[in-house]
């Protein structure tokens, strides 16, 4: 059973950057697809960015768009999502998921294992 595990939710000002970090225990990722997904309070889950198997991110969040960057290390052992201008409304919990799905991945391609979640917090 593949087990996610999210890290770098942190309080950052407005217009700050923070890096999250998916890891997967004693697996590496580079069989899956990685998503990534934020849930504000009150509000849907939101999908924000995926790397494929392959390597081909699609975003899907306008926005975040040219604020959010997803990337794999070499090693296929963690997913990042480097964010950037970070604004009030990207307060929520983030979650990283994984997909088994070796086409081009999008918000809907078979997340079947999903972490805890790290809460990012953006206040001033």
């Known amino acids: 059973q593949l087990q996610l595990v999210e890290s770098g939710g942190a309080l950052v000002q407005p217009g700050g950057s923070l890096r999250l970090s998916c890891t997967a225990s004693g697996y590496t990722l580079q069989y899956y697809a990685i998503g990534w997904f934020r849930q504000a309070p009150g509000k849907k889950r939101e999908g924000l960015s995926c790397i494929s198997i392959s390597g081909i991110i699609t975003n899907f969040a306008d926005s975040v768009k040219g604020r959010f960057t997803i990337s794999r290390d070499n090693a296929k052992t963690t997913v990042y999502l480097q964010m950037n201008s970070l604004k009030p409304d990207d307060t929520a919990v983030y979650y990283c998921?994984?997909?088994?799905?070796?086409?081009?991945?999008?918000?809907?391609?078979?997340?079947?294992?999903w972490g805890q979640g790290t809460q990012v917090t953006v206040s001033s």
């Open positions: 998921a994984a997909s088994p799905y070796s086409g081009v991945c999008n918000a809907e391609t078979g997340y079947r294992y």
